[in-house]
């Protein structure tokens, strides 16, 4: 049968050899079709045919490259014509190429969107007719690095008034082991009082010298304008804030503020007591009257609860902060719930996965996630009025 192949040469031939054995060997013949489009075509580009000698030769023939190509019909092994002189590269499997990219691509978008691998798979082999794997998908995922790359590094043009910052934390393989990496994360509210994530950046720890060269990033892309920054009391973050915005206030999330002043409960069953002890202060109208509600509560607990007593005097400001801002924005700015909220969207997306093979997948597939989040805040109405603060 491989002879009989090899020696349909016209194309009366193959549809003779069609019209004898049906469709059973139709990857054969189609691998001889254009393997002969793509000689014609490099004929056509040296203005030449083989061993022709001709004043309108444009370069040499130079060989072949073996290569294998996926199509919806199966795995084409075919040999690409070579050139030397000229430049050269056949339009048959230019359109493949545009189709396979576009392809790729597809794959990359429908992991970033959350699909599992195994959904991935069953997608490409209805649609093409092969399975892609996991290692495959990876790979047309880097084709979007330079387009994310892109967003992660464009400059700051902006003021930003109020910045969240906050991180979240997935498993990555580095090193030979599985470790749990911070993804840090910022996001801005510019002058018309559009949302936009500022940066995002991802490193093995929240410790203070990854903090602080994320924030000296954000100040080399152009931050400016920035009146309150908003996150929770994490350590190395607060260190390098500290460093690197040491004029600009600081609103402690009052949601994790309450959370921690339980810890400093005598016994569990004072907990949640002490915890709305602490809303009751944060909840007030205005600064005033949270001071007063301040002294009510340590008289209340000074006896009963003093290491919270003691807490509360050396941390209560931290939480007021936003006292100093327009009562319209106290509610978008008293806690980080709005970057919490990001968070658990890209935990929905990278849940999937489990466990990324690399750092750079894991940013990867987190900025992605943002960049359309980025995106969609783009096209909605703004969040704040942002005039109250003029």
């Given at each position: 049968?491989?002879?009989?192949?090899?020696?349909?040469t016209?194309?009366?031939?193959?549809?003779?050899?069609?019209?004898?054995?049906?469709?059973?060997?139709?990857?054969?013949?189609?691998?001889?079709?254009?393997?002969?489009?793509?000689?014609?075509?490099?004929?056509?580009?040296?203005?030449?045919?083989?061993?022709?000698?001709?004043?309108?030769?444009?370069?040499?023939?130079?060989?072949?490259k073996?290569?294998?190509?996926?199509?919806?019909?199966?795995?084409?092994?075919?040999?690409?014509?070579?050139?030397?002189?000229?430049?050269?590269?056949?339009?048959?499997?230019?359109?493949?190429?545009?189709?396979?990219?576009?392809?790729?691509?597809?794959?990359?978008?429908?992991?970033?969107?959350?699909?599992?691998?195994?959904?991935?798979?069953?997608?490409?082999?209805?649609?093409?007719?092969?399975?892609?794997?996991?290692?495959?998908?990876?790979?047309?995922?880097?084709?979007?690095?330079?387009?994310?790359?892109?967003?992660?590094?464009?400059?700051?043009?902006?003021?930003?008034?109020?910045?969240y910052l906050?991180?979240?934390y997935?498993?990555?393989?580095?090193?030979?082991?599985?470790?749990?990496?911070?993804?840090?994360?910022?996001?801005?509210?510019?002058?018309?009082?559009?949302?936009?994530?500022?940066?995002?950046?991802?490193?093995?720890?929240?410790?203070?010298?990854?903090?602080?060269?994320?924030?000296?990033?954000?100040?080399?892309?152009?931050?400016?304008?920035?009146?309150?920054?908003?996150?929770?009391?994490?350590?190395?973050?607060?260190?390098?804030?500290?460093?690197?915005?040491?004029?600009?206030?600081?609103?402690?999330?009052?949601?994790?503020?309450?959370?921690n002043?339980?810890?400093?409960?005598?016994?569990?069953?004072?907990?949640?007591?002490?915890?709305?002890?602490?809303?009751?202060i944060?909840?007030?109208?205005?600064?005033?009257?949270?001071?007063?509600?301040?002294?009510?509560?340590?008289?209340?607990?000074?006896?009963?609860?003093?290491?919270?007593?003691?807490?509360?005097?050396?941390?209560?400001?931290?939480?007021?902060?936003?006292?100093s801002?327009?009562e319209?924005?106290?509610?978008?700015?008293?806690?980080?719930?709005?970057?919490?909220?990001?968070?658990?969207?890209?935990?929905?997306?990278?849940?999937?996965?489990?466990v990324?093979?690399?750092?750079?997948?894991?940013?990867?597939?987190?900025?992605?996630?943002?960049?359309?989040?980025?995106?969609?805040?783009?096209?909605?109405?703004?969040?704040?009025?942002?005039?109250?603060?003029k």
């Open positions: 049968m491989n002879s009989e192949i090899k020696n349909c016209t194309k009366k031939d193959i549809l003779e050899m069609i019209s004898r054995n049906g469709v059973t060997n139709f990857i054969p013949l189609l691998e001889i079709l254009l393997n002969e489009a793509m000689k014609m075509e490099r004929n056509e580009a040296l203005k030449a045919e083989a061993y022709e000698r001709t004043e309108q030769r444009q370069g040499y023939a130079n060989g072949f073996s290569r294998t190509i996926q199509t919806r019909v199966g795995k084409l092994k075919v040999n690409i014509p070579q050139v030397r002189g000229t430049s050269f590269y056949p339009q048959a499997l230019e359109k493949g190429t545009r189709t396979e990219i576009a392809l790729n691509l597809a794959v990359a978008e429908m992991y970033l969107n959350g699909v599992s691998t195994r959904k991935v798979e069953a997608i490409t082999k209805e649609l093409c007719g092969f399975d892609i794997s996991s290692t495959q998908v990876s790979r047309c995922s880097k084709l979007l690095d330079e387009k994310l790359e892109t967003f992660r590094s464009r400059p700051l043009s902006d003021k930003y008034a109020y910045v906050d991180a979240t997935e498993k990555v393989r580095n090193g030979g082991s599985v470790v749990s990496m911070a993804t840090l994360v910022a996001l801005g509210i510019n002058e018309e009082g559009q949302r936009e994530i500022l940066g995002i950046s991802s490193k093995l720890s929240e410790a203070k010298v990854h903090w602080k060269s994320f924030l000296e990033s954000l100040q080399e892309r152009g931050l400016s304008g920035t009146q309150l920054i908003i996150s929770d009391d994490h350590a190395g973050l607060k260190a390098a804030r500290k460093e690197v915005f040491p004029g600009i206030k600081w609103q402690r999330c009052q949601f994790h503020m309450a959370q002043a339980q810890q400093y409960a005598p016994k569990k069953t004072m907990q949640e007591e002490l915890g709305e002890a602490l809303r009751k944060l909840h007030s109208t205005d600064y005033e009257t949270a001071k007063e509600q301040v002294k009510k509560v340590i008289q209340q607990y000074s006896e009963k609860a003093p290491a919270f007593v003691n807490w509360l005097e050396e941390n209560i400001e931290e939480g007021l902060t936003c006292f801002f327009p319209k924005h106290r509610k978008q700015i008293r806690t980080s719930n709005m970057i919490e909220r990001l968070n658990r969207e890209i935990k929905r997306r990278t849940q999937v996965v489990t990324f093979c690399s750092v750079a997948s894991c940013e990867r597939l987190v900025t992605a996630v943002l960049e359309s989040q980025h995106n969609d805040w783009a096209a909605r109405r703004k969040y704040m009025n942002m005039n109250l603060l």
